[in-house]
């Protein structure tokens, strides 16, 4: 299918959702699913304002809450964002995905060891849930706890060994614990599944482990 194909089809769901919320402007499903396609056809105001009426209509409709919020984050409003999903965990305390929203718009404001948090409740909820694991990694070495940051990219990877970028987190997280041999293979096989590797880090991997041969 073509982009401009894509674009027809896109816009054919906006026309029949725009007539349902005309027909029915309660309809908190039909503005939340509308907001959803704006989003998509980079309709941003437009999606805000359908699912800021989603919630109106319905405070208990976390999902709105947090695809809004998530919108807000790509804005850079961290506070609005939030917000947001903090309301959506009052709905739905087990949330997961919303423990790792709230973790990512910590780290984003350089509220670390709070981020960690978020995310270590989000993978106790979930653990299934890899993008708490892949934060967690994340989290980890940026503060230089590196063993903590193998161990959550090592669970990444078990729980999705096709994902790239579990194995290029791991190899990030190897490398600073100096594991470079390990890190080098998993840097490849990040490099196989698709990832775009960093020049810079895997010229510093090979070189470390050419020393170390």
Known sequence: MTTTEKQADIQEVITDL???VAEKPDNVMARHQLGLVYRQAGRSDDAVQQLEKAIELDNQSMESMINLGAIYFERGDYDRAL???RRALKVSPKMAEAHVNIGLILQQRGEVV???????????LDAKLITAWLNLASAYTSIEEDAKAVEAARQAVTLEPDSAMAHNNLAVALYF???????QRHLERASELGYSVDARFAEALRAKTVVGE
């Not at 948090?117 to 993978?123: D, I, L």
């Not at 614990?177 to 890190?183: D, I, L, P």
Request: no cysteine; hydrophobic share 30%.
């Open 18 to 20: 725009e007539k349902v």
């Open 83 to 85: 917000e947001l999903n």
């Open 114 to 124: 709070q981020a960690i948090e978020s995310y270590t409740k989000a993978s106790q």
């Open 177 to 183: 614990s100096g594991e470079y041999a390990e890190a």
